[in-house]
C-alpha cells in the first residue's frame, strides 16, 4: 500500500509541476509571445462549457466509485454503482476527445497550445488508466474477489 501511496504522490508532484509551468506562463507571459497571455492568435476554450462539464463528470465519477465503496464496506451490492462510475469516466473521454477536435489551435501553437495538450493529454492518460483500473476491479468484483475486510485493490483504484 505505502508504495502505492508513493505512486500517487509522484503523480501529484508532476501534475502541480505542470500546472507551476501553465501560472508561470500566464503571470509573465514573454516577449516571444507578445507579452500577452493566452498569446495572439489563439481562441483559448470556453471553460464554462465542455470543460466544466467535463469536471462535474469527473466530480460525479468519484462520488459513485466512492459509494461503491461504501456499499462494499457494508456488504452491500457495489457493481452497479462501480459500473455507472466507469461510464462516466468513458463519457469524460469522448468529451476531451470531441473538444480536442473542436479547438483551433495545436500543439504546435506556442508555449499555450504545447502546454494544454501536454497537461489535458495527460489528464486524458490518468483518466484512462484509472477507468482501466475500474473496468478491472468490477471483473474481480463480479467474481467475488473482494469482502468487506480484503479489497486492497479496490481501495487502490479509488486512490487513484
Given at each position: 500500500m505505502f508504495s502505492?501511496?508513493?505512486f500517487v504522490f509522484s503523480e501529484l508532484i508532476f501534475f502541480v509541476?505542470?500546472?507551476w509551468v501553465f501560472l508561470d506562463a500566464s503571470m509573465s507571459p514573454s516577449i516571444e509571445i507578445g507579452c500577452v497571455w493566452p498569446p495572439y492568435g489563439i481562441v483559448p476554450p470556453d471553460y464554462?462549457?465542455?470543460?466544466?462539464?467535463?469536471t462535474i463528470i469527473l466530480l460525479r465519477r468519484g462520488v459513485l466509485v466512492s459509494w461503491s465503496h461504501a456499499q462494499l464496506l457494508s456488504n452491500e451490492q457495489a457493481k452497479n454503482t462501480l459500473?455507472?462510475?466507469r461510464l462516466l469516466g468513458g463519457v469524460f473521454l469522448i468529451l476531451q476527445m470531441?473538444?480536442?477536435?473542436?479547438?483551433?489551435?495545436s500543439i504546435r501553437d506556442s508555449i499555450y497550445g504545447s502546454l494544454f495538450y501536454f497537461s489535458t493529454g495527460f489528464h486524458g492518460l490518468?483518466?484512462?488508466v484509472g477507468v482501466l483500473f475500474l473496468?478491472?476491479?468490477?471483473?474481480?468484483i463480479r467474481k467475488?474477489?473482494?469482502?468487506?475486510?480484503y479489497h486492497l485493490g479496490f481501495l487502490c483504484s479509488i486512490l487513484y
Open positions: 502505492f501511496l508513493l509541476s505542470v500546472f464554462l462549457g465542455l470543460a466544466f462539464l467535463g459500473l455507472f462510475g470531441y473538444e480536442y477536435r473542436r479547438l483551433t489551435f490518468h483518466v484512462f473496468v478491472l476491479n468490477l471483473i474481480r467475488s474477489h473482494f469482502s468487506c475486510l
